[in-house]
């Protein structure tokens, strides 16, 4: 009897263990159903959605895909560049008589453009400032270049090729292009030729501080078109292939494209190679003060309303004594906000106002001072305080066996052949910064000196890649 009332009360509380059970299960359940509905990922509804879809034109689909005819149009324009020169180069009167040095070619490649048909091509500063030599690969063809002139303010420089007929590029308006406007990149990353990459202006007027140089311009262009070590010196060109810009720039920390890319405007490289076809250097007009970004901390720096509805314009710093501002005057603290036609915003607009000018231009300045707004003329001086053109003066001495021109830092060397300097083994583009311990700057001081002297010489200098090249030797 005890056995089944065991067996009775262990079944019936089996039985409730068991309803207890399913009941919590089908709570449970239902709560999660429910949370599953309050679930987006998760939610399904009942009808599908279905969007009225307006089919495109054709026609016009295509236009806003395709580049095979900017492509077509561009890059036969665009040049492939050798840069060759001489590391770890090691020079002595030793090394004359032994062949010894252990210095080492390097090739390092770029792009170019062919801007006029009779052989004038324009690439980065950047891309053959360490050569010794350069060559242009062109239509399965190897050219040996002649460097016309340098601008390392704004990253270009300008080539000649002995040839004719070439296909120049088809210049374009930097000015009008829009922000959200397909652009395509044509040039040779990584040593692939005629490569083609497309993209959108993604900002213009950009200030990235990778010019090195005592006044730099930069209002880059901002593309996400894919350039890449190699593409330097490249072009950059609208939806009908006409050239906006040439492809200077990443911002990358792998040193490969990372999405962003910059392009010297168009219309800042026309003159600057004109200048440099013409003169031989550029033509810089200074306005003879420092310009800032007029924002809250600089207009707080210089004591200036800050409760203002917005910081437009420029803000004039440091002027130069005597300079085309200060002459015109011009204050610190003033703001400009207009430039001949153009209104001013940013320190890289006023920037590319200003490189396209000469010196001895009357620009118009529409400045605000104390809450008025004024207008004045400037007169825009060159580096040198005047308003002349600065005419380059190359020495040529057959002697010697080369050309010497004044530089920044002393005396540079090239074309460099038979004579003197070949003789001793100068590297070309070589920069003689002092003899026998004395700082020269002027050309024709070297040149009477090697005419003139006999016995020991210590030459110091550096050469195309910026590296010390001291040299020794006898003059008998």
């Known amino acids: 009897m005890n056995t089944f009332k065991t067996i009775l009360v262990g079944f019936l509380a089996g039985l409730a263990?068991?309803?207890?059970?399913?009941?919590?299960?089908?709570?449970?359940?239902a709560r999660e159903q429910a949370k599953q509905e309050l679930n987006v990922n998760n939610f399904e509804p009942k009808e599908i959605y279905r969007p009225n879809i307006i089919e495109p034109n054709s026609a016009a689909a295509s236009d806003n895909v395709d580049f095979s005819l900017a492509a077509a149009k561009a890059t036969p324009s665009v040049v492939y560049i050798n840069?060759?020169?001489?590391?770890?180069?090691?020079?002595?009167?030793?090394?004359?008589?032994?062949?010894?040095?252990?210095?080492?070619?390097?090739?390092?490649?770029?792009?170019?453009v062919i801007f006029t048909q009779d052989g004038y091509i324009v690439t980065n500063n950047h891309v053959v400032e360490s050569a010794?030599?350069?060559?242009?690969?062109?239509?399965?063809?190897?050219?040996?270049?002649?460097?016309?002139?340098?601008?390392?303010?704004?990253?270009?420089?300008?080539?000649?090729?002995?040839?004719?007929?070439?296909?120049?590029?088809?210049?374009?308006?930097?000015?009008?292009?829009?922000?959200?406007?397909?652009?395509?990149?044509?040039g040779n990353p990584f040593s692939l030729s005629s490569t083609?990459?497309?993209?959108?202006?993604?900002?213009?007027?950009?200030?990235?501080?990778v010019v090195e140089d005592k006044f730099p311009i930069e209002s880059f262009i901002q593309t996400d078109a894919a350039i890449n070590p190699g593409n330097s010196g490249g072009a950059l060109v609208n939806k009908n292939g006409d050239l906006v810009g040439i492809n200077t720039a990443i911002l990358s920390r792998t040193g490969s494209y990372t999405g962003y890319a910059f392009a010297v405007p168009v219309d800042i490289a026309k003159k600057v190679v004109e200048d440099l076809?013409?003169?031989?250097?550029?033509?810089?007009?200074?306005?003879?003060?420092?310009?800032?970004?007029?924002?809250?901390?600089?207009?707080?720096?210089?004591?200036?309303?800050?409760?203002?509805?917005?910081?437009?314009?420029?803000?004039?710093?440091?002027?130069?004594?005597?300079?085309?501002?200060?002459?015109?005057?011009?204050?610190?603290?003033?703001?400009?906000?207009?430039?001949?036609?153009?209104?001013?915003?940013?320190?890289?607009?006023?920037?590319?106002?200003?490189?396209?000018?000469?010196?001895g231009d009357k620009v118009s300045i529409d400045y605000l001072r104390s809450g008025k707004k004024l207008n004045v003329s400037v007169t825009l001086f060159n580096k040198n305080g005047d308003t002349n053109l600065v005419k380059r003066k190359i020495f040529n001495d057959g002697t010697l066996g080369a050309n010497l021109e004044a530089v920044e830092?002393?005396?540079?060397?090239?074309?460099?052949?038979?004579?003197?300097?070949?003789?001793?083994?100068?590297?070309?583009?070589?920069?003689?910064v002092s003899i026998n311990r004395q700082r020269v700057k002027d050309p024709q001081e070297v040149i009477d000196f090697f005419n003139e002297f006999k016995g020991p010489v210590y030459l110091y200098g550096f050469n195309s890649s910026r590296q010390e090249v001291p040299l020794r030797f006898n003059l008998r």
Do not use: C, H
């Open 132 to 186: 010794e030599k350069i060559q242009v690969l062109y239509n399965k063809k190897s050219y040996d270049a002649e460097l016309i002139g340098t601008d390392p303010s704004t990253d270009l420089a300008v080539l000649k090729i002995k040839e004719t007929n070439l296909p120049a590029i088809v210049l374009g308006n930097s000015k009008t292009l829009a922000v959200g406007e397909w652009v395509v990149a044509v």
């Open 409 to 432: 830092y002393g005396v540079k060397i090239n074309k460099i052949r038979d004579g003197l300097f070949s003789r001793l083994g100068l590297p070309e583009n070589y920069t003689i």
């Open 83 to 112: 840069s060759i020169s001489q590391s770890g180069a090691s020079y002595s009167y030793w090394d004359l008589l032994f062949g010894g040095g252990g210095s080492q070619t390097q090739v390092s490649s770029g792009s170019g």
């Open 277 to 359: 076809i013409k003169y031989g250097l550029p033509q810089k007009a200074f306005f003879g003060g420092d310009v800032m970004e007029y924002d809250y901390q600089n207009a707080k720096k210089y004591d200036l309303d800050v409760n203002v509805k917005e910081f437009k314009g420029v803000l004039l710093g440091d002027l130069s004594r005597g300079g085309a501002a200060a002459k015109a005057g011009l204050q610190e603290g003033d703001i400009i906000i207009r430039v001949n036609e153009a209104d001013i915003n940013s320190k890289s607009a006023f920037e590319e106002e200003l490189s396209y000018r000469y010196p």
């Open 17 to 29: 263990g068991a309803y207890t059970f399913f009941a919590y299960q089908t709570e449970k359940t």
């Open 196 to 209: 083609v990459t497309v993209g959108i202006v993604s900002a213009k007027g950009r200030r990235i501080n």
